[in-house]
């Protein structure tokens, strides 16, 4: 069986990083390409096809959130996990406002940026989910149309709100869902600055699907950004 080879475009202006990251992925089968600014990322995006970018925000020029939001325009489902320094609530948040997939704080490791990176290309291959198909990750299962929720088989009661929480998470699987985007798709844009009021749904939902809620394996929390549901 032929393992698929992945382009990866590294987008970053120092270029010993961008060597660093090109040696590393180049050694674990992959192929890869590089840019130094926003500018030549896009050229790069429109005249060659990738399976992932890996982006840092901190560049000369337009920018790594500014790039980021171009890359989105130009290809709506090309992955883009956002690599940077910053470790802020709002520097990730407006990293992932504007596109990006994931983010990922320098210093890691290269066993998390790998499965990370291969979780984003995976879901980008995936076809386009329809919105009433069944959602089944580990032993939960999510009927949309139903509205109905299945945990090793057996009805999991949700409240409507509840039930939207888990839906939206379970939709966008292993992706970082920042607070106020969760907030404003399931109560509106009057919400967005209740978090207190985020969290005790949250809770009540992991007391409700999870083995062990102080421990969820399927409701994780991203630290100051948001929430994440396991990837499938």
């Known amino acids: 069986m032929t393992v698929p ?16 990251l090109r040696s590393t992925l180049n050694g674990l089968g992959f192929e890869s390409a ?17 399976d992932a970018v890996l982006l840092d925000l901190n560049m000369p020029g337009i920018g790594g959130v500014e790039t980021c939001r171009r890359i989105r325009r130009i290809s709506p489902r090309l992955p883009i996990l956002v ?22 704080t320098k210093p890691f490791s290269v066993k998390e940026l790998m499965a990370r990176l291969r979780a984003a290309v995976r879901r980008a291959q995936m076809p386009e989910e329809k919105q009433d198909a069944v959602i089944t990750i580990g032993d939960i299962e999510l009927h949309p149309t139903r509205r109905l929720v299945l945990k090793s088989g057996q009805p999991v009661h949700l409240t409507p709100k509840q039930f939207d929480l888990l839906r939206f998470l379970m939709c ?26 985020l969290r005790t749904f949250m809770s009540q939902i992991r007391k409700k699907i999870e083995d062990d809620p102080a421990n969820p394996k399927y409701l994780l929390t991203d630290a100051y950004v948001g929430y994440r549901f396991c990837e499938a």
Request: proline share 2%.
């Open 83 to 104: 690599i940077s320094v910053t470790d802020s609530e709002d520097g990730k948040v407006e990293a992932l406002d504007a596109g990006a997939d994931d983010y990922i």
């Open 5 to 20: 080879t992945y382009k990866i475009l590294i987008v970053d202006d120092e270029a010993s990083i961008r060597r660093g």
């Open 34 to 50: 590089e840019a130094a600014r926003g500018e030549e990322a896009l050229s790069l995006v429109r005249t060659s096809r990738f």
């Open 172 to 197: 966008h699987s292993g992706r970082p869902v920042p607070h106020e985007r969760l907030l404003k798709f399931v109560w509106g844009n009057e919400y967005q600055g209740e978090l207190e009021y």
